[in-house]
């Protein structure tokens, strides 16, 4: 294959194969364990692997593929961007993936036992419209490359924030649902985040199952496990101690315990792989340094965080008890740290692996180079590190790669070299491991190589309140500010809510609004979920239910804050109240409020919502400047780009003065241009009321019969506009409604 050299820029990670000798391993340094299958054999080719994490996007799915994208713009784009990363791939020489399935409690493939991952839709449990562990099989085998699913066991969740907390409590009507919810007593808090206790055996037969039924439904070619396993932080860490006194008896420390642990799983998951697919590889991805020399005479010469102390790893046992395929070692640093020496460690390493079966992955953090950091000053040094600088030319750059030999030595002192196949059958036969150059490009090395995507900008707080004011404006459901609570007049078809400043932040009043806007459409005149006659305990208590539902799916959406901690149990007691607990009652009414937000993201996408009931877009200006039109009479400006507006003082004033007003409003019989031009200036109708205390229920009458005035112009022009949807109502009903929607 032809690479075209273009010149020396950031370098990409590339990982390199230290291959050891085959001879026997030794008896274990530690207690023995009974007989594991033997590890994969090592294919021909050597391994040229890279990373494909899916925890954040960080590298897939493309975070601009769930932002405002319709299911078929959003798969399409996830996998054309799947395929375009492993064509770049194939071309670059790298013949293995290891993707990342599992990167918290949730999935990448079609499970039954954890939900699907929010990383493919936004939403924790949503199918995603295909399998995308399958798809990636596909295109990489197709190409030649092998894929290894990457797991972290433990890990819950990446942080504990409430937005967390309630997408993970709103999988407990979906199935399956997370963890989190099923096994509430095996979740712990440690580095700020939500992990399962590795002291539990069962969590431990829990991960082994979820592994199992990758290797057994899916053609994977090998597992791997990250470095997470006690992952803890100075500030947060975990709490075991109830693990601990249950199961730790008989320890000499909880060191020794939790070293214990970390064992068991990876013996349960490397038997329970070779039990069900031999061939399929199973290998660990742990900290650097097992241990130090200052600690261990059996360690490394260093003086970094150990696997051993720090994460409780017997990573070194894991090779010497023959559990693991391969390991690759995150040595990831510059060569001048003095601290854990890239060249010590390499050679450290590759003595632990060459008595046994396992094989050594080592990568060169090549992608670091002249990256600033203030960690890793060394990366930026004249430029980038030195000893990688000094091997790169306009062919790559050479570094080497060890191998192994076989040969026999005859009298004459020469050497007879051997395949390793003939070498099994020569009893004199010996084995010596050479280095051998290996070439690795620089990434801007490689014309035509890809340009790190950027990640799509988040909407503010601002862009976020406007898009819910124009939604809710443009559904044509009136929204009224006053006292009291927010709630859905079902009688008047009005959401009221209290004023704005009365919320705490404009997340909490627009997740008011929603839950509300939700309720109105139920209205006869919309979905007729809820006939005002045939309102009952029942009926009211599941059109809750829908809006709770609906209230958690839209503010997991927008950041907006959930319902009370409480809203799983009320779900719970709603529908075994009023439908003696039968899941179809919950699960029609989480398709219903699906709908809803399917509503939402569709006039988010600039689309024509398909609900029948939503109106035409040439309406939805109209709509607005009405919404408008309310807030001013009750007091609220019309929030464009404000976090939450306040009530404006009395005696402001608007585009047309008090005075202008008063004529114009006397100069005309049109109820419709008297309407507006009170709507337009409450300080009018004030002053009016002021003036004349006595005319005030005249003055109401007018209001609503002006906006009854308003609303049927509306309607009019809705029921004549190109393209409407038809209404099953007949049309004086529809008036009515109508009448009912815009009074005041």
Not at 112 to 119: A, G, R, V
Not at 241 to 258: E, H, P, V
Not at 353 to 358: D, E, I, L, S, W
Not at 590 to 597: I, V
Request: charged content about 25%.
């Amino acid at each position: 294959m032809t690479r075209h050299v273009k010149r020396i820029g950031a370098l990409a990670a590339c990982a390199l194969l230290l291959v050891s000798c085959s001879s026997k391993p030794p008896k274990s340094l530690v207690t023995p364990l009974p007989t594991v299958s033997k590890p994969t054999p090592q294919a021909n080719a050597p391994m040229r692997g890279i990373w494909l994490a899916t925890v954040s996007r960080l590298d897939w799915p493309p975070v601009a593929s769930v932002n405002g994208r319709s299911a078929d713009q959003r798969i399409a784009m996830q996998k054309q961007a799947l395929i375009a990363k492993l064509d770049n791939l194939k071309q670059l020489g790298i013949n293995t993936v290891f993707f990342q399935v599992k990167p918290d409690s949730t999935a990448l493939w079609s499970s039954k036992i954890l939900p699907w991952s929010d990383m493919l839709t936004g939403n924790i449990g949503e199918y995603p419209g295909y399998d995308p562990l399958q798809f990636m099989l596909d295109e990489a085998h197709k190409r030649g490359m092998k894929v290894h699913a990457w797991f972290n066991p433990y890990r819950v969740s990446t942080n504990t924030k409430p937005s967390t907390i309630a997408a993970l409590n709103r999988t407990s009507y979906q199935t399956p649902s997370s963890v989190y919810v099923q096994h509430p007593e095996w979740v712990r808090i440690s580095g700020d985040r939500f992990v399962l206790d590795p002291g539990i055996p069962e969590v431990r037969d829990w991960i082994t199952k979820v592994v199992t039924e990758v290797v057994a439904n899916y053609p994977v070619d090998g597992v791997q496990f990250d470095d997470y396993f006690y992952a803890e932080s100075p500030g947060s860490a975990l709490n075991d101690a109830q693990s601990w006194r249950q199961y730790g008896q008989g320890f000499a420390s909880k060191a020794d315990w939790r070293r214990h642990n970390t064992q068991q799983l990876i013996v349960q998951v490397s038997r329970a792989i070779k039990q069900t697919k031999p061939n399929v590889e199973f290998g660990v991805s742990p900290a650097g340094v097992w241990r130090n020399r200052s600690f261990d005479p059996a360690g490394s010469d260093t003086r970094g965080a150990a696997a051993y102390d720090e994460s409780y790893a017997d990573t070194r046992q894991w090779v010497q008890q023959g559990l693991l395929d391969y390991i690759a070692p995150q040595i990831y640093w510059p060569f001048s740290r003095d601290a854990a020496r890239y060249d010590v460690l390499t050679r450290w390493w590759a003595d632990v692996v060459k008595p046994t079966h396992t094989r050594l992955y080592i990568g060169i953090a090549f992608y670091k180079v002249g990256e600033p950091s203030k960690k890793e000053p060394d990366w930026t040094v004249q430029g980038g590190v030195p000893e990688l600088k000094e091997r790169l030319t306009e062919h790559g750059v050479t570094v080497l790669r060890p191998e192994d030999v076989f040969f026999t030595v005859e009298n004459d002192g020469k050497w007879n070299f051997v395949s390793e196949e003939q070498a099994k059958g020569i009893p004199d036969v010996r084995c010596h491991t050479l280095l051998y150059p290996f070439t690795v490009f620089n990434a801007a090395q490689i014309e035509n190589f890809p340009a790190r995507e950027q990640p799509a900008p988040s909407m503010t707080e601002a862009q976020r309140n406007e898009l819910l004011e124009r939604f809710v404006a443009s559904s044509g459901v009136a929204v009224e500010h006053g006292k009291g609570v927010p709630r859905f007049d079902h009688k008047t078809d009005t959401v009221r809510l209290p004023y704005p400043e009365n919320f705490h932040s404009s997340g909490a009043y627009y997740a008011a609004k929603l839950r509300e806007f939700f309720k109105a459409t139920g209205h006869t005149s919309r979905e007729a979920r809820q006939p005002v006659k045939a309102q009952t305990l029942k009926s009211c208590a599941f059109e809750e239910m829908r809006a709770e539902m609906f209230s958690m799916l839209a503010g997991a959406k927008f950041g907006l804050p959930m319902p009370e901690h409480g809203s799983a149990e009320r779900l719970r007691l709603w529908n075994q109240t009023f439908s003696g607990g039968e899941s179809r009652a919950l699960f029609r009414a989480a398709s219903e409020a699906a709908r809803a937000l399917t509503t939402l993201r569709q006039f988010e996408a600039g689309e024509q919502p398909a609900a029948r009931w939503f109106p035409k877009r040439e309406a939805w200006p109209e709509l607005v400047e009405m919404q408008k039109q309310r807030d001013a009479v009750t007091g609220v400006s019309f929030r464009e780009n404000a976090s939450g507006a306040s009530r404006p003082a009395s005696g402001s004033t608007t585009s047309r003065s008090l005075s202008e007003s008063a004529r114009a409003f006397e100069k005309t019989d049109d109820l419709t241009v008297k309407a507006r031009l009170i709507l337009q200036n409450p300080d009018f109708l004030n002053m009016a009321l002021m003036l004349d205390p006595s005319a005030t229920r005249e003055l109401a009458a007018l209001c609503d019969q002006v906006s009854q005035a308003l609303h049927m112009e509306l309607d009019e022009k809705l029921r004549s506009a190109p393209g409407a949807v038809e209404n099953p109502l007949p049309l004086n009903e529809q008036k009515a409604a109508s009448a009912r929607r815009m009074r005041m």
